[in-house]
C-alpha cells in the first residue's frame, strides 16, 4: 500500500463532497449502522472506491464512508471496519484513520459490539472505555515511521480522552443513560475465547472483550486524532452465562443496545456542534 493512499482517499472525499470538513469520526460497529441513516445531506462512498480502506467480509459490517451532518454537526461515518481475523493484518485501519485526519477530523468516537467481563453490564448496556489491553499480534505502527502522520514513539497513557469520556458520561446522565466505564481487551479471534482465557483476563484487569477497535485507536493516537470510545455489550463472555455464544447472539443484543447507543452518540455530537473548532 503506497504511503500516499491516505492523501489519494482524502481527494476522493474531497471531490464527492467538496467543502466538506468533518469535525468527528464515527466508527459503528455491529447492528449499529442505523446512526448513519440520521445523517443530513448524506454522500456515501464505498470502501472499494477508497484506497485503503478495509473491505469487510463480515456480516453487519456495510463497508462505506457516509458524510453529512449529525445535529448540525459535519462527521464522517465509517459503517463497518476491518479486522485483524480477516487476515488485514495490525495494520487494517490505518490508511483509514489516516484518511480522516487529512479530511479535518478532530475526534474518533469508536463504537464496536463486545463481551462483558463484568454481570452487572449485562448484555443490551453500553461500557466507556477507559483503556485497553491488547492481545493482537503486532502493532499497526510496525515498520517504517511515516513521519508526516506521527513520530516514531508516542504516548498511550491518555489514549481514550479522559475530558472527552467525562462529556460523553455527562450526557449519558442526562439522557437517562446507565454507562458502565471499564478496561477494553482484544483478542484476535474469530473464535470465542476459553473459559480459562477468560478467567486470565479478568486477573489481568480486564472488563470488557472484543475482537476489533485497538488497531484504530492505537493509528489514531500515532497521528493525533482524539479517541472516545463505548461499547455495546453483546453477551455476558463465555463461562459467566449459560448461554452458548455466537454471531447471531451479537447482532441480536447489539441491536438492543443501539437504541441508547445511537440516543448518546446524537446527544454528544450536539455537544459538540455548542464548542468550537480546534482550529477556529
Known amino acids: 500500500m503506497s504511503s500516499n493512499t491516505p492523501f489519494e482517499a482524502a481527494d476522493i472525499i474531497r471531490a464527492r463532497k467538496p467543502g466538506f470538513a468533518p469535525r468527528v469520526a464515527l466508527i459503528l460497529g455491529s447492528g449499529l449502522g442505523v446512526l448513519a441513516e440520521q445523517l443530513v445531506d448524506a454522500v456515501s462512498i464505498g470502501y472499494a472506491d477508497l484506497p485503503g480502506f478495509p473491505i469487510s467480509t463480515v456480516h453487519g459490517h456495510a463497508g462505506e464512508l457516509v458524510l453529512g451532518t449529525l445535529a448540525g454537526v459535519p462527521v464522517a461515518c465509517m459503517k463497518g471496519r476491518g479486522h485483524f481475523y480477516e487476515g488485514y493484518g495490525p495494520g487494517v485501519m490505518t490508511s483509514a484513520i489516516r484518511t480522516l485526519k487529512e479530511i479535518g477530523c478532530e475526534l474518533l468516537f469508536v463504537t464496536n459490539a463486545a463481551g462483558s467481563l463484568r454481570v452487572e453490564a449485562d448484555a443490551g448496556s453500553l461500557v466507556a472505555i477507559t483503556d485497553h489491553i491488547n492481545f493482537l499480534p503486532g502493532s499497526p505502527m510496525s515498520g517504517p515511521n511515516d513521519e508526516r502522520f506521527g513520530p516514531r514513539f508516542f504516548s498511550m497513557s491518555n489514549a481514550y480522552d479522559a475530558q472527552t469520556r467525562e462529556q460523553v458520561k455527562a450526557v449519558a446522565a442526562e439522557k437517562g443513560i446507565v454507562l458502565h466505564e471499564g478496561v477494553y481487551l482484544a483478542a484476535a479471534g474469530p473464535h470465542f475465547e476459553t473459559v ?48 452458548a455464544l455466537s454471531h447471531e447472539q451479537t447482532l441480536k443484543y447489539a441491536a438492543i443496545a443501539a437504541k441508547d447507543m445511537v440516543t448518546l452518540i446524537h446527544a454528544y455530537i450536539e455537544r459538540v456542534g455548542s464548542t468550537p473548532r480546534a482550529d477556529a
Open 196 to 243: 480459562a482465557e477468560i478467567r486470565a483476563f479478568k486477573t489481568l484487569g480486564a472488563d470488557v472483550v472484543g475482537m476489533s477497535l485497538i488497531p484504530e485507536v492505537i493509528a489514531a493516537r500515532h497521528c493525533g486524532l482524539k479517541v472516545t470510545a463505548v461499547s455495546a455489550i453483546t453477551n455476558l463472555a463465555e463461562g459467566l452465562s449459560p448461554f
